[in-house]
């Protein structure tokens, strides 16, 4: 739904405007143009226009300027459905070639089959054989329910105490370490050794950033605020891992149905071999993987910012379940942005398609080494592109920009927006980690408990661990999915932050003021806007 912004130029304005300048922390010029597009309102002073100079450091800048409805880097989005397409018709008919009755009353056969082999005694082979439908019901059903519930309760519990929660998962790795330390001290000497260096480390690296602390808790407070008034951004964030799901089944279908073919295969070599042809098509299958997964997990990225973006300038919009801002931004995401949000991550996919193919053929004799180091240099490379992308979609997600001038906007944002110390301070990635770690095993535990006090699973208990698992791996995955939202709303706000620090005292008084007074607690001695990076890289599908 398209939206339009206007702020009156006032006496009130100015008198803010000031506040904030006297603060040494510079802002953009009160708006006066009204927006036909859902974004963050156009700024004042567009290039050209006369910069804004605080203690002899000129700072001029192009803010963000919400775009048109518009499909851009339209080509891209045409490939990738095009090859979504194809993936999934070869699935479908695949599929309607199989006979499925058959495959499956094949399987039962063998099922039974085996139970009369290794089951003599009818107690005894009733013990061993899997579980019935309500063993796993219960597992599933258990796990479904106490999984959100924890990861909603945690959001509460770190948005009311983030400042302790961030130290003690500082606290945390330095213990864990240093555990790992003493133990290898007896079993391997020189690796409780390397570990114990580690440990030093983090001991030190607490103490650098323990000032820096309660800055990264105001923006995680500022996510997780964005994050519980649009709790409909889990819906679109798991409605993204079922089709990501779904396309791996199809994937994996039309996959090996491809590859058996004739026409895939050397017949002048060994019978494993594939053909050019081959080779690829093998190619094109594991590239259309990454890619799909990448835009998957990109498209969440920019619809969390999206609704950041109106949470930051309307917060009207963004203060319910399915508010208009979700559903706005999930739209936008996936129709007008998808070209954008598939240019970048077709980069991303080719790097890793090209990593991992030298990183299989590593053991080759005949310039091994020469592939482990480029191997090395593309890794490096992959994760440089990822890290500038996870900015570009926040741009791509608020203000709609195609890649190449989102991309633009990231770099000028960095070196002209007066920012004086760059620091990636990975603070609450690490807290989100271990919150949806421990959600995970707490998770387990329930299914564990609920599994163990039916009576009909008294005689299964060899099963139990098995529901635990299950039931961990469920509770890691949806709450990764909490964790990965807050993470990209975290991005999102340092942006917002960065480009509109009078807006967000406007329509947000008391964490605006929470956040400048620990930005200026964090670095007293730093004119300007510090970035600090508390999210990026907890993936969600």
Known sequence: MDTKYAVVQTAE????????????????????VASEFSGPPLPNNQKGSEPYTDDEISITWE???????????????????????????????????????ELFSSTDSDSTTSNNDYGGDDGVSQEQAAPGIAFWLSIIGISVLVAPALSIFSLGLMSKNAIGMITASLWFSIILCGLVAVFFFFVAPLVGIIYGIFTICLVSYLKTVKHRIPYAASNLKCSISVLKSNLGLGLVAIGSMIGLVGYILSWAVAFMFTMSLDVMKDNTGDENDLSPLGGFVACSFLLSFYWTHEVLRNIVRATVSGVVGHWWFVPAEAASFCSTAVMGSATRAST???GSIAFGSLIVAVLHLIRNTLHNARNDRNGGILRCIAACILAYIEAMVQYFNKWAYVYVGLYGYDYIEAGKRVMNLFKQRGWNVIIADNLTNRLLGIMSLTIGILTGLCTLLVTFMVEEFESK?????????????????????????????????????????????????????????????AWPDVVGTVIVGLGGGLGVV
């Not at 048109?68 to 339209?74: I, L, N, S, T, V």
Request: net charge negative; glycine share 6%.
């Open 13 to 32: 304005a100015h008198a803010a405007l000031e506040t904030f300048v006297e603060e040494d922390i510079p802002v953009a010029a009160p708006v006066l």
């Open 63 to 101: 803010k963000g300027e919400a775009q048109p409805a518009a499909f851009r880097d339209k080509w891209f989005a045409i490939a990738f459905a095009a090859q979504f397409v194809a993936v999934s018709t070869t699935a479908m008919v695949v599929a309607s070639t199989i006979s499925w009755a």
């Open 461 to 521: 208990q060899g099963w139990l661990g098995v529901g635990f698992f299950i039931g961990f791996v469920i509770g890691i995955v949806l709450s990764g999915i909490f964790m990965g939202l807050l993470s990209s709303a975290v991005d999102s706000v340092i942006v917002c932050f960065a480009e509109a620090p009078q807006e967000f005292n406007d329509t947000h008084p008391e964490l605006a003021q929470e956040m400048n007074q620990t930005w200026k607690d």
């Open 336 to 338: 007008y942005s998808l």
